[in-house]
């Protein structure tokens, strides 16, 4: 533990390899992200909406256990090894999607990218949390979960310009093969175990330890309980953007290319925003950045029922990236402020649990409210969820004793001097 040294600054090597590697994770993601529907229908005669809903529910429970257990074991087995382990049982994903005769496989694949997922994107997450300290935690999010989605991006763009060149299957998923390799290799022989940064945190942290990481995380505690609650809210929500915004545009006459465009501008905002909200995060009070972040998601949300052009939707996408791009960092650093660094990787491990389960929740609830009523009543219905969310934000999380600045006191009083 000698010459070890917390910050950006002192361990920007492995910080900067860190988020290589989970560029590569982000990537796996993406290699689904816009042929998996046009093969479940063209190769297996399965409508694209019953195909999205599927992988949304498998996804998101696999992933969500996954991400408990991946915080309860890197204590015990160490970070490295769980991101190691990530990637080999990534290893046969891309051959499954190549080569697979019916759905069951494509099932399967995503059984075992979501343990993937959970694994490798957990394991990052606590690694630069480790690496940083405390006072650049939020900006230390934002370029994680930037990288993860803006490759989620590049890699769903390049796979469907293969399949558009080569068709649906092999050729695409060539690039998972190289994802794989690539990760593997940099997580064996490039990336240390920060398990001697959390040794040096744990000597100076004054953060009591929690009686039960569980039920704390979840609920009990005022600050953690608050966020577990938002997580799950906010990936409710993008799991219906994700599974009925498409169809919901399609219902108001709008063409393929109007709505890739329209589509690909929330997820484009929330990833590239991350870079400011992040160092956004360590500035001010993180009690602000969240209720502010999910009240603009359910404003705009509600909005989105009565929206009618192009430039309506461009917009409202673009404030719904932005609400997500200011609180999706701030999760993490968060849970990172309000634990023990003992106790740090089980709580964020409970935190994503509810977290992704969110995105299973989102896809079955809002296809039994638009089937039962309409697109409008899932929307709307989910957007008072995220309003409720916001309000739970506000009146049970507080502000930390450090310096953070509270973001409306500081937006008033830049008004008043101008």
Same mark, same amino acid.
């Given at each position: 533990m000698i010459g070890v040294k917390l910050g950006l600054k002192e361990n920007w090597k492995q910080f900067t390899l860190l988020v290589i590697v989970n560029g590569f994770v982000g990537g796996m993601v993406g290699l689904e992200r816009s042929i998996l529907p046009r093969i479940a229908e063209q190769e297996f005669a399965i409508a694209a909406k019953t195909a999205i809903l599927s992988f949304i529910i498998v996804f998101g429970i696999v992933k969500a256990i996954t991400n408990y257990y991946t915080g309860t074991l890197a204590n015990k087995f160490g970070r490295k090894n769980l991101l190691v382990a990530g990637w080999i049982i990534a290893i046969p994903v891309p051959l499954m999607l190549m080569f697979a005769p019916n759905w069951n496989w494509i099932i399967a694949a995503n059984v075992l990218l979501g343990i993937n997922q959970g694994l490798t994107w957990s394991s990052t997450v606590v690694m630069k949390i480790d690496l940083v300290g405390e006072k650049q935690r939020g900006f230390a999010m934002?370029?994680?979960?930037?990288?993860?989605?803006?490759?989620?991006?590049?890699?769903?763009?390049?796979?469907?310009?293969?399949?558009?060149?080569y068709g649906l299957r092999p050729y695409p998923f060539y690039l998972g093969i190289v994802l794989v390799a690539l990760g593997l290799f940099g997580s064996i022989f490039l990336i240390k175990d920060t398990r001697h940064h959390v040794a040096a945190e744990t000597t100076t942290s004054s953060i009591a330890r929690l009686k039960n990481i569980f039920w704390d995380t979840t609920w009990k505690n005022r600050n953690l309980g608050s966020v577990t609650q938002a997580g799950l809210i906010n990936n409710l929500n993008d799991g219906m953007t994700w599974g009925i915004f498409p169809v919901l545009l399609a219902s108001k006459n709008f063409n393929l290319a109007q709505i890739g465009i329209i589509t690909a501008i929330y997820p484009a905002v929330w990833g590239l925003g991350q870079l400011f909200t992040g160092k956004m995060a360590d500035?001010?009070?993180?009690?602000?950045?969240?209720?502010?972040?999910?009240?603009?998601?359910?404003?705009?949300?509600?909005? &989105?029922? =009565?929206?009618?052009? @192009?430039?309506?939707?461009?917009? *409202?996408? +673009? %404030? &719904?990236? =932005?609400?997500?791009? @200011?609180?999706?960092?701030?999760? *993490?650093? +968060? %849970?990172?402020?309000?634990?023990?660094?003992?106790?740090?990787?089980?709580?964020?491990?409970?935190?994503?649990?509810?977290?992704?389960?969110?995105?299973?929740?989102?896809?079955?609830?809002?296809?039994?409210?638009?089937?039962?009523?309409?697109?409008?009543?899932?929307?709307?219905?989910?957007?008072?969820?995220?309003?409720?969310?916001?309000?739970?934000?506000?009146?049970?999380?507080?502000?930390?004793?450090?310096?953070?600045?509270?973001?409306?006191?500081?937006?008033?009083?830049?008004?008043?001097?101008?």
């Open positions: 934002g370029l994680n979960e930037f990288a993860g989605y803006l490759s989620v991006a590049i890699v769903a763009f390049l796979t469907g310009f293969i399949a558009s060149k500035k001010f009070c993180k009690k602000g950045m969240l209720f502010t972040g999910m009240l603009l998601q359910a404003i705009t949300l509600v909005a &989105l029922v =009565w929206a009618n052009t @192009m430039t309506h939707y461009i917009i *409202l996408s +673009t %404030v &719904l990236g =932005w609400g997500t791009a @200011m609180i999706y960092p701030t999760f *993490l650093a +968060t %849970v990172a402020e309000n634990t023990h660094p003992l106790d740090r990787a089980k709580s964020i491990g409970v935190f994503r649990l509810w977290r992704d389960l969110g995105y299973a929740i989102g896809a079955i609830l809002t296809g039994v409210i638009a089937d039962l009523f309409s697109m409008n009543a899932a929307i709307i219905f989910i957007g008072f969820l995220t309003f409720l969310s916001s309000i739970i934000i506000f009146y049970r999380m507080k502000c930390s004793q450090g310096n953070s600045v509270k973001i409306l006191d500081w937006i008033f009083g830049n008004l008043s001097n101008t």
